[in-house]
């Protein structure tokens, strides 16, 4: 990988481009989405259903959340199909294919910090001062970073011989957006089921955001180390399996 990190960058700036190109919105849609989202919650459940937010105002509350949640949707996507949307290059040219979902996953960040930038204009204007743990908020990113690789691993190299894999994974995405605390605060799961939450890494990925940018929210905890844990199982056991698979990739394809 080490030896090939130019063709990791390439492949990145080309899905950057790619994804912008011939677009009115342009780089807007990396605001308009997660700003969207923002609105129908504020409405919801704040307006409706009137979830806890520790004190803090809603819009900032979801958009913490929304902008980590973002990126990694958006990286496992792109992770998921990157093997079979560069076929060409998987049959014809020899490079390591673990350079695929590695660029799909660093390609996502230009998304996330011009939605970030959404985020921190938001936090001026409602007067939010982050917490001192705003200086371990780039560990919280690597650990959404990792976890969509890991799980991208997986999904990308069972994608290659199962196409459902891609027609179940907005399925798959929004089931795990509702057991993830997007639009409410992990507090309101009982105690005794917190253990079982921690299995979800993003809901540290999460809650690691709203305590590191709003005043008043609660720490991940020691729970965290069961989601650290589960990202690392999952991401040594998604590399073994991607290379086991990867010499079927050019066949297969």
């Not at 919650?41 to 929304?66: D, I, K, W």
């Not at 299995?199 to 069961?226: C, D, H, K």
């Amino acid at each position: 990988m080490w030896q090939h990190s130019e063709i990791v960058y390439i492949l990145a700036l080309r899905d950057i481009k790619v994804r912008y190109k011939q677009s009115l919105a342009g780089i807007g849609w990396a605001i308009i989405q997660p700003l969207l989202t923002m609105v129908v919650f504020t409405a919801v459940f704040a307006g409706v259903v009137r979830v806890p937010t520790e004190g803090s105002p809603y819009p900032l509350f979801s958009l913490t959340a929304l902008v980590p949640w973002s990126y990694f949707v958006h990286a496992i996507t792109k992770t998921t199909t990157c093997l079979v949307a560069d076929r060409d290059l998987v049959t014809r040219v020899y490079f390591p294919r673990l350079v695929l979902p590695v660029s799909a996953v660093l390609g996502g960040l230009v998304d996330f910090f011009i939605a970030f930038a959404l985020l921190v204009i938001l936090l001026v204007m409602y007067g939010a001062t982050p917490t001192a743990a705003v200086i371990l908020l780039p560990l919280f990113l690597l650990l959404a970073m990792l976890t969509a690789l890991a799980l991208g691993l997986w999904l990308s190299a069972l994608n290659v011989q199962y196409r459902d894999v891609n027609n179940a994974l907005p399925f798959f995405t929004q089931l795990l957006m509702f057991i993830s605390p997007v639009a409410y605060p992990a507090s309101v799961i009982p105690e005794k089921w917190q253990l079982v939450y921690a299995l979800n890494p993003m809901a540290t990925v999460i809650n690691g955001f709203r305590w590191a940018l709003l005043e008043g929210q609660p720490a991940p905890g020691l729970y965290s180390l069961v989601s650290i844990a589960v990202v690392l199982i999952a991401l040594v056991g998604g590399l073994y399996f991607f290379r086991w698979q990867e010499n079927r990739f050019a066949d297969v394809v």
